[in-house]
């Protein structure tokens, strides 16, 4: 089965400072990619996905981009953070199958 | 756009006890999958259960198993002898079956305390 690495676990950052979270998937390739954000006591929210390199979608208008330079690997960037862009962020994968794993997640703290 | 409610921002129950998870949903498609997530205080999203729209039986895992309405667009869950380990933000999710990638819409959670 696949695993999903995501690090930091945890980040703060100064509002107008870039940022770059990084997921890499295991055990698996070719498969659907995600990103999702979960504000303090509140649902997941689907900010990217990716059915392939370089192939990015948006779900939401935000301060924040995508990108999948390899097929394993999605990464979460901003050039300048605001203060709304705080909360848990959770890469996810799949493979077609309606079954979606999650990684560990990483708290982002914009000060 | 597909929504997911759920009613119970909180609940709580005694350990082996049952307890039943509200969720609510709204779409106009009519093949899609329905899910239960857990998110324990480690943060780990886990999945507990998984519907298919389809299938008029409901699923079952264990201890934990789900009333799906279909007409009613209801999708609650029932664990069954709670443990300690439950306590956590159950989140229910809808799947479109037409999606691009299997996008899930979630609902805002309800966080569950099993007390000893």
């Known amino acids: 089965s696949q695993t999903i690495h995501q690090w930091p676990a945890t980040l703060v950052q100064p509002v107008g400072s870039p940022l770059s979270l990084e997921c890499t998937v295991e055990g698996t390739s070719n498969p659907n990619l995600y990103w999702y954000r979960q504000a303090a006591g509140r649902g997941l929210q689907l900010l990217f996905y990716?059915?392939?390199?370089?192939?990015i979608s948006s779900e939401v208008p935000q301060n924040l981009s995508a990108s999948r330079p390899q097929d394993r690997q999605f990464i979460l960037s901003s050039k300048k953070l605001l203060l709304s862009d705080s909360g848990f962020y959770l890469c996810a994968c799949d493979q077609g199958n309606e079954k979606l794993f999650f990684g560990s997640g990483t708290q982002l703290s914009v000060l | 756009a597909q929504t997911v409610t759920q009613s119970q921002p909180e609940m709580s129950v005694q350990e082996a006890e049952t307890v039943t998870l509200s969720c609510t949903y709204d779409?106009?498609?009519?093949?899609?999958?329905l899910f239960w997530y857990k998110q324990p205080p480690s943060r780990q999203m886990i999945l507990v259960i998984r519907?298919?729209?389809?299938?008029?039986q409901n699923a079952t895992e264990n201890r934990f198993s789900v009333n799906f309405q279909k007409a009613a667009k209801s999708f609650s869950l029932k664990i069954s002898d709670s443990q300690l380990g439950d306590t956590a933000m159950y989140f229910c999710?809808?799947?479109?079956?037409?999606?691009?990638?299997?996008?899930?819409?979630f609902g805002g959670g309800t966080r569950l305390m099993v007390k000893p």
């Open positions: 999710a809808f799947q479109g079956g037409n999606n691009a990638g299997n996008m899930l819409t």
């Open positions: 519907q298919e729209a389809y299938k008029q």
């Open positions: 779409t106009s498609e009519n093949n899609y999958y």
């Open positions: 990716s059915v392939g390199i370089g192939q």
